[in-house]
């Protein structure tokens, strides 16, 4: 369309680090006092801030959970939904886990299924709630089927971040692009349109999807 040559621009666009500030072990303030680099905030996200191009995953603070590593287009899609705090909520796709944490921190008396159909991602997305200490995460690894089929009309919320094409990791470095080609994002149609037909099960009263258009 219109705007195909918007995006192939967009993805010349400098690579945007951020961080997503977890609340379950450090308020904003506490971390501002502490924290020995520069932080700068995302208007949508209040526990979100830019950050500068320095690797931060091997830091103090990350290691204790203090903080995650998240592009600041990933923490839009929350702040889609106005949370109560007490909800029950499904993450159908959620490794690496960004959404989940987020999630999470908006729910303190609610509980979150984690799930994650992929069993070596699922390993990954546990590692990632464990160092956030959260508590009101449940870790599945399943099919949207299975998840239906024993949890029913459970849910009030239900998030699916459907496997994507994969463009966005271009500013992440020359080799990504080197290794990304058009046929990629085929197997994924599957995976896609089985997890939409699926959530389809799923009686609930809010509803939202994150989708990466494949075509």
């Avoid at 666009?13 to 072990?25: E, H, M, R, T």
């Avoid at 702040?79 to 109560?84: D, I, P, R, S």
């Avoid at 029950?88 to 799930?115: E, T, W, Y």
């Avoid at 449940?138 to 459907?162: C, H, Q, R």
């Amino acid at each position: 369309g219109g705007e195909f040559e918007d995006f192939k621009e967009s993805l010349n666009n400098p690579l945007q680090k951020s961080i997503y500030i977890n609340q379950n072990k450090i308020s904003v303030e506490n971390f501002k006092n502490i924290v020995d680099f520069s932080i700068e905030q995302i208007p949508y996200e209040k526990n979100g801030f830019y950050v500068d191009n320095e690797k931060r995953g091997r830091h103090a603070l990350h290691h204790a959970g203090a903080f995650y590593l998240q592009e600041p287009s990933a923490m839009f899609t929350i702040n889609a939904v106005e949370f109560n705090g007490n909800e029950r909520v499904l993450d159908m796709c959620s490794a690496p886990g960004g959404k989940s944490i987020q999630i999470a921190n908006r729910i303190p008396n609610g509980v979150l299924i984690s799930n994650e159909i992929v069993k070596s991602r699922s390993e990954i997305l546990f590692s990632n709630i464990e160092r956030m200490g959260l508590k009101n995460v449940i870790i599945s690894n399943d099919t949207p089927e299975n998840i239906a089929k024993a949890y029913g009309n459970t849910f009030d919320i239900v998030l699916v971040d459907a496997p994507c094409s994969g463009e966005g990791m271009f500013r992440r470095g020359e080799d990504v692009v080197k290794e990304w080609y058009p046929e990629i994002p085929y197997p994924f149609f599957d995976t896609k349109n089985q997890a939409l037909y699926r959530i389809n099960h799923f009686p609930i009263y809010k509803y939202f999807l994150y989708l990466y258009h494949l075509k």
